[in-house]
C-alpha cells in the first residue's frame, strides 16, 4: 500500500543511559566516516550556490559524505586531523548534476550533468503526483461512478518497460485506496481498476486507467473496528541488564562490546552502514570487515495485471532505506534496556531533519547456552550463557516493515537478519472462499487470505555489500567442496568424504554445483597465519538463498540482476557501491553489480568485496492476516581458522553469567 515518503535525518550523538533517546548533539565530526553533520550539509549547499551550480529552486535526491580513500581510513587513529567531503546528487531545472564538494578546502571540486540520471524520488514529486491525481477531472468521474468518499492515494516508483510509451519521463504511477473509518491502515481497501500515471517533472497526468468497476465489500473480520479481541494476556518478559550496559558508546556512533569494536554511520540510501569492524584478540584488534551495509531490496510482484504487474520495487535506490525510516518503540522493537538513538538525514531541499529513537542497541542472553558439559563423575555443568549485541533499525516501505539486524557474537560471529512485518499488499475479489466458482482464477496469481481479498505472489531480495578485510585488506574466496571418497583395504568401513578448496581466480557471480555433495565459502587471508600456522578466514554461513525465477531479459530482471545469485565476488573499486546502480529509478539496464564484475579483474591476494543476496519467495497465507508476523531471514559470518581457540572462553566469568553451576 502506502509508500509514504517519510522525512530523514544524519547523526550525531550524545550520551545517555539505556532506555533513554540519545538526543541529537549538533557538534562534531569526530571521525573521517561520521555522517555529515546539518553544518556540514548546508555548508555544501551554501558552496553550490555561490558557484553558481545550484539556486533557490534546485533539489537534491543525495548529499552525502565521500569518504577519503579506503588505506586513509583504515590508517586513521584518534585525535589526528582529517578531511571532509561531500557527494551530492542535485537536480536544477530537470536536469541531473553529480558534484563533489571539498568541505575542508570549501570548494566545489567537480560538477557533471548527468542528462539521462533518474534519481530517487523526492517528497515534492510524491505530493506532486498525489494531488495532481486527485484534483483531474476523469479520476473525480471514476470516483464519482464508484460512490466513494473516503478515497486516497499513494504514488508509487514506476519501473522502466520499454514500449509503453513513458521512456525518459520522471513518472510516478498512483494506486488508490478508500477506507470506512478514519486513519487506519486495517480498514484501507485498494480501489481495483483504477490508476493514474503522472509525470512529476511537468506534473501532467499522462493517463487514467479505469478498467471496470470492481466490488468492494464489507470489511473482513481483522480490519478496523471488526479486529478481533486479544486472547489471555501474557505475563511480562522482559530483556534487562540489572549491572548496566556492557555496550560503550563515544563519539559519533563509535561502539565497543564485549571484544568487538565498529563505527556506525546513518545513510538516506543504505539505512545504516557498518565500518571499521574489529575484534581484539589479546593485545591485538584484528580487522574484519571494513564496510557492511544493506546494499538493495528488490521486491516484484508477480500479478500480470497492468496495475500490478509495474510493481518491481527498488526500495533502497527508489525510496531510500534511511529515508524512510521508522521510530522504535520501546518494549515492541527493542526492549525498554535499549540504547536508542535519535538521527538526522538529509532532506530534499539541502537542510536536515530529525526522526526520533531511529536506531536501538541493545545486549540481550538469548536462552541458549554458549558452551557448555555436563561433568558426569562431579554432577556438574561448566558453561556460560550465550549473550550478544544486536544494532537495529527499522524502515517502513508502504505496507511493509523491515528490521534490519546486525548482531555480533563473543565467539566472533556476525549475523545480518531481516525481518519482514507489517501488512501484505491485497486486493479486491468477488471470491468469498474458494468454494466460490470465481476463486480458481482469482487466486492464479495469489492467495486468498481473508474473505473477498486476494495478496499477489511476491518476492523479497535483500542484497548486503561486504567489503570484508580478514586480518587486513589483502583477501581471497576459496570454495570448500566435500569430496566422497572409499576406504581401501578396510574390513569395517567403506566410505568417507574429504574436503576439496579451491581459489576464485576473477570476478563474477558463484554459482553452486549441484553435483557436489556439499560446499561452502570462505573469505580467507593468504598473507597471515593463526598461532596454528592455519591460513585465517571467515566462513559464510548461507541461512536464506532464494534466487529470481524470473526470465533475464525481461525488464524488472534486467535492472535487478544481483537477485540471479546468492554469493557474488568483487575487486574493491571506488563508487562501486550499489547493487542496482547508482541510478536505478526507471533505470532500463542493469548498472550494478553485473556490470562491475563484468570486468572479470582478479580477486586473488586483492582487496575484494563480497555481495550476498537474502532471497525468499513470498506465498501469503491467512496466518499472514491481518498483520504479517514477523517473518525473520539471516546469515552468518563465522570464524573458521582465525583464532586459535573460542575466544568466548577468554571472558571474565563475573562479565558472562558464571561458569560451573551445579
Not at 525488464?555 to 545469485?565: E, H, L, V
Not at 547493487?579 to 553489480?593: F, I, R
Amino acid at each position: 500500500m502506502m509508500r509514504q515518503l517519510l522525512r530523514t535525518l544524519i547523526i550525531t550523538l550524545g550520551l545517555a543511559a539505556p532506555g533513554l533517546a540519545l538526543a541529537a548533539d549538533q557538534k562534531g565530526p569526530f571521525h573521517p566516516l561520521d555522517a555529515l553533520t546539518p553544518d556540514e550539509i548546508a555548508g555544501t549547499v551554501k558552496l553550490l550556490t555561490a558557484a553558481g551550480d545550484a539556486d533557490a529552486d534546485t533539489v537534491y535526491p543525495a548529499i552525502t559524505l565521500k569518504p577519503a580513500a579506503k588505506e586513509a581510513m583504515r590508517a586513521w587513529t584518534p585525535g589526528t586531523p582529517f578531511t571532509r567531503a561531500a557527494f551530492v546528487v542535485l537536480r536544477r531545472n530537470l536536469v541531473t548534476y553529480e558534484a563533489l564538494v571539498d568541505l575542508t578546502a570549501n570548494k566545489v571540486t567537480s560538477y557533471t550533468p548527468k542528462p539521462n540520471a533518474q534519481p530517487a524520488i523526492m517528497d515534492y514529486e510524491w505530493i506532486k503526483a498525489r494531488d495532481n491525481l486527485m484534483a483531474d477531472q476523469r479520476f473525480k468521474d471514476a470516483i464519482a461512478k464508484r460512490g466513494l468518499k473516503n478515497v486516497f492515494c499513494t504514488p508509487n516508483s514506476a519501473g522502466a518497460f520499454p514500449g509503453d510509451g513513458l521512456e525518459g519521463k520522471r513518472v510516478l504511477k498512483v494506486p488508490c485506496f478508500t477506507h470506512d473509518e478514519a486513519a487506519s491502515p486495517y480498514a484501507a481497501r485498494p480501489i481495483e481498476g483504477l490508476m493514474g500515471i503522472v509525470d512529476t517533472d511537468s506534473g501532467e497526468v499522462l493517463s487514467v486507467i479505469d478498467s471496470g468497476i470492481t466490488g468492494l465489500p464489507s470489511m473482513p473480520q481483522g480490519y478496523g473496528k471488526s479486529l478481533p479481541q486479544p486472547g489471555p494476556a501474557l505475563k511480562p518478559i522482559a530483556i534487562v541488564a540489572p549491572q548496566g550496559s556492557n555496550i560503550t558508546l563515544s563519539g559519533n556512533l563509535d561502539v565497543k562490546w564485549a571484544n568487538w569494536s565498529m563505527h556506525l554511520r546513518p545513510d538516506k540510501r543504505a539505512g545504516l552502514i557498518v565500518n571499521l569492524v574489529r575484534f581484539n584478540d589479546g593485545a591485538k584488534a584484528r580487522d574484519v570487515a571494513y564496510q557492511m551495509n544493506l546494499s538493495e531490496v528488490f521486491v516484484p510482484y508477480m500479478d500480470p495485471n497492468p496495475e500490478w504487474s509495474y510493481r518491481t520495487f527498488l526500495d533502497a535506490g527508489e525510496f531510500g532505506l534511511g529515508y524512510m525510516i521508522s521510530s522504535l518503540k520501546p518494549g515492541t522493537d527493542c526492549p525498554e534496556a535499549s540504547y536508542f538513538i535519535d538521527l538526522t538525514f538529509p532532506n530534499d531541499v539541502g537542510g536536515t531533519f530529525t526522526r526520533p529513537k531511529a536506531l536501538c542497541l541493545f545486549e540481550r542472553a538469548t536462552g541458549d547456552p554458549g558452551w557448555r558439559h555436563y561433568e558426569s563423575g562431579a554432577k556438574r555443568v561448566d558453561g556460560i550463557a550465550q549473550t550478544e549485541m544486536v544494532i537495529r533499525h527499522i524502515t517502513t516501505l508502504g505496507n511493509y516493515d523491515y528490521a534490519v539486524d546486525y548482531v555480533f557474537s563473543p565467539q566472533g560471529n556476525i549475523t545480518m537478519r531481516v525481518g519482514a512485518t507489517g501488512f501484505d499488499a491485497i486486493k479486491s475479489t468477488a471470491a468469498k472462499s474458494l468454494a466460490d466458482p470465481a476463486a480458481a482464477e482469482v487466486t492464479k496469481y495469489g492467495s486468498l487470505i481473508a474473505p473477498y481479498t486476494v495478496a499477489p505472489n511476491h518476492e523479497h531480495y535483500f542484497s548486503f555489500r561486504l567489503d570484508l578485510d580478514v586480518d587486513g585488506p589483502k583477501n581471497a574466496l576459496v570454495r570448500d567442496t566435500i569430496v566422497p571418497g572409499k576406504i581401501e583395504g578396510s574390513k569395517t568401513r567403506t566410505s568417507l568424504w574429504t574436503v576439496k578448496t579451491d581459489r576464485y581466480a576473477a570476478e563474477g557471480p558463484i554459482a553452486e554445483d549441484h553435483e557436489s555433495a556439499g560446499e561452502g565459502w570462505r573469505v580467507i587471508n593468504p598473507n597471515e597465519k593463526n598461532g596454528l600456522g592455519e591460513t585465517p578466514s571467515y566462513w559464510i554461513d548461507a541461512h536464506h538463498g532464494a534466487t529470481a525465477v524470473m526470465d533475464a531479459a525481461d525488464p524488472p530482471q534486467r535492472r535487478a540482476g544481483f537477485s540471479a545469485y546468492t554469493l557474488w565476488a568483487s575487486r574493491y573499486a571506488e563508487g562501486e557501491d550499489w547493487s542496482a546502480g547508482l541510478y536505478p529509478n526507471l533505470s532500463t539496464k542493469d548498472e550494478g553489480l553485473p556490470a562491475y564484475v563484468a570486468q572479470k579483474r582478479s580477486i586473488n591476494n586483492e582487496d575484494l568485496v563480497i555481495w550476498y543476496t537474502m532471497g525468499f519467495r513470498h506465498v501469503p497465507r491467512p496466518e499472514d492476516f491481518p498483520i504479517l508476523p514477523t517473518f525473520w531471514h539471516e546469515m552468518t559470518l563465522r570464524p573458521a581458522f582465525f583464532f586459535d581457540r573460542d575466544p568466548s572462553m577468554t571472558f571474565n566469568p563475573g562479565s558472562l553469567p558464571p561458569q560451573g553451576q551445579n
